[in-house]
């Protein structure tokens, strides 16, 4: 059964600072991840997808990168903005066949002015 | 993309009553699915919503508390039975795009508290 675990539960950065959040799994078999954030009481907004055979994705000041056989993918956001405080939840797909996604319990963001 | 709205956005009820919550794409979507987020935890799959059928539910979620109609291709419906209090959550409407990648879209969510 997959697994997603997402380390730290929660981080706090001064504004201006460039952060990776983390994302594991334990099944390398993935169709696709894809990252949301979610703010408090609300719904989840997609960032990025990344698909299978690609590396990494990029939008803005987000890249995503996927590294499959270890089991890892990253986001990294540059120049950290006081709005970028929120829940990032990285998700993912295991085979074409398989729509489901598999959730992290999401990383906690909180960027001081 | 896919633009989802959900109603209502959130609401109050008593225990032993049941609330149906509305979902809507915009576009026309491969897969429609239905998640509940509890108190700090994250998204949990409840069923999908198969078009003119049936929906096919996680374990642990059953059709008698949570049955589901989607009636065309952007439309579905889930309704919240015979509620407790253990059921206050955020329920929240997904769909599969149409493009090879599957992004999944989510809508604003519905916060459900029961008392």
């Known amino acids: 059964k997959q697994e997603v675990t997402q380390i730290p539960a929660a981080l706090s950065v001064p504004e201006g600072e460039n952060l990776v959040l983390n994302c594991s799994f334990t099944d390398s078999a993935i169709y696709n991840l894809q990252w949301f954030r979610q703010d408090p009481g609300k719904g989840l907004t997609s960032l990025l997808l990344i698909q299978s055979s690609q590396r990494e994705q990029t939008s803005g000041r987000l890249n995503a990168s996927l590294d499959k056989s270890s089991g890892r993918s990253t986001l990294y956001i540059a120049a950290s903005q006081p709005g970028d405080s929120a829940t990032y939840l990285c998700a993912l797909t295991s085979g074409a066949g398989s729509y489901q996604l598999t959730f992290g319990k999401g990383t906690k963001l909180s960027v001081i002015p | ?115």
Request: charged share 15%; with cysteine; glycine share 6%.
């Open chain 2, 1 to 115: 993309s896919a633009v989802i709205s959900q109603k209502p956005s959130r609401d109050i009820c008593q225990r032993g009553t049941s609330l149906t919550i509305q979902c809507q794409v915009d576009s026309q979507v491969t897969m429609m699915f239905w998640y509940r987020q509890q108190p700090g935890q994250s998204l949990t799959l409840i069923a999908t919503a198969n078009q003119g059928s049936e929906a096919t539910y996680e374990s642990g979620f059953v059709i008698d508390k949570f049955p589901i109609s989607r009636p065309n291709l952007t439309f579905s419906t889930l309704t919240v039975s015979n509620m407790s209090p253990e059921d206050s959550s955020i329920y929240l409407c997904s769909a599969r795009g149409t493009s090879p990648a599957g992004e999944q879209f989510f809508g604003p969510g519905t916060r459900l508290t029961v008392l």
